[in-house]
């Protein structure tokens, strides 16, 4: 069975600062996708982001970026020049190959003007 | 594209009722999850369907919950009898295939109150 840890329950940043969430996992599989997920305040869960374990290249999209570390099974979420928009749950996930997910607790993030 | 389709999107129920859930995933997509989101916890799956076909369903409650799939498109999840413990939120996704390189889209959920 697979376990995602998250273990900054709440965070704040500055607009246009760049903020750091966590994420570790634990897993004994090979072959595994990581994801982040943002649940806005009564809407609904979109990706963010996703890393292919057997990638080494930490994936980018826009402002968003993931430090993959597979050996130590981190995998933590950058956000750059954050934006009031950002304001939201995030969600670490891991699928396994059937693409059953299994979520992490979640990071209440508040940006602030 | 229309989105995942959920209705009802609040119900309020009294403990030991029943409760039925609605799901129409985005057309074309094979595989369909509902999750429980308990308040202030991440999503937690319940079921898995491939087409009309369980995959796994190894944390539904099965003596309450039951689900189907009946012609691999629209699924129902019911709660017979509720307990105060099943308020949550209930999401469903769905996606293309059951590969994990395919993404998961998720519906606005349904909020339900067991009292």
């Known amino acids: 069975a697979q376990t995602v840890t998250q273990s900054q329950p709440e965070m704040s940043v500055q607009e246009a600062e760049t903020v750091t969430l966590s994420c570790t996992y634990d897993?004994?599989?090979?072959?595994?996708?990581l994801f982040w997920y943002k649940q806005p305040p009564s809407r609904q869960m979109i990706l963010v982001i996703r890393q292919e374990a057997y990638k080494q290249q930490n994936a980018t999209e826009n402002r968003f970026s993931v430090n993959f570390q597979k050996a130590a099974k981190s995998f933590s979420l950058k956000i750059s020049d954050s934006q009031l928009g950002d304001t939201a749950m995030y969600f670490c996930?891991?699928?396994?190959?059937?693409?059953?997910?299994?979520f992490g607790g979640g990071t209440r993030l508040m940006v602030k003007p | 594209e229309a989105g995942v389709a959920q209705s009802p999107r609040y119900k309020i129920i009294e403990k030991r009722q029943s409760v039925a859930f609605w799901c129409n995933p985005i057309?074309?997509?094979?595989?369909l999850y509902w999750y429980q989101q308990i308040l202030g916890q991440g999503p937690k799956l319940l079921i898995q369907f491939q087409n009309n076909g369980v995959v796994d369903d190894s944390q539904l409650p099965k003596d309450r919950f039951s689900a189907e799939r009946l012609k691999g498109v629209d699924s129902t999840l019911k709660i017979q009898p509720a307990k105060l413990e099943d308020s949550a939120v209930y999401l469903c996704?769905?996606?293309?295939?059951?590969?994990?390189?395919?993404?998961?889209?998720f519906g606005p959920g349904t909020r339900l109150t067991v009292l």
């Open positions: 996704a769905s996606s293309l295939g059951q590969g994990s390189y395919n993404e998961q889209f």
């Open positions: 897993t004994s599989e090979n072959n595994y996708y």
């Open positions: 057309s074309g997509h094979a595989t």
């Open positions: 996930a891991f699928a396994n190959a059937g693409n059953m997910l299994t």
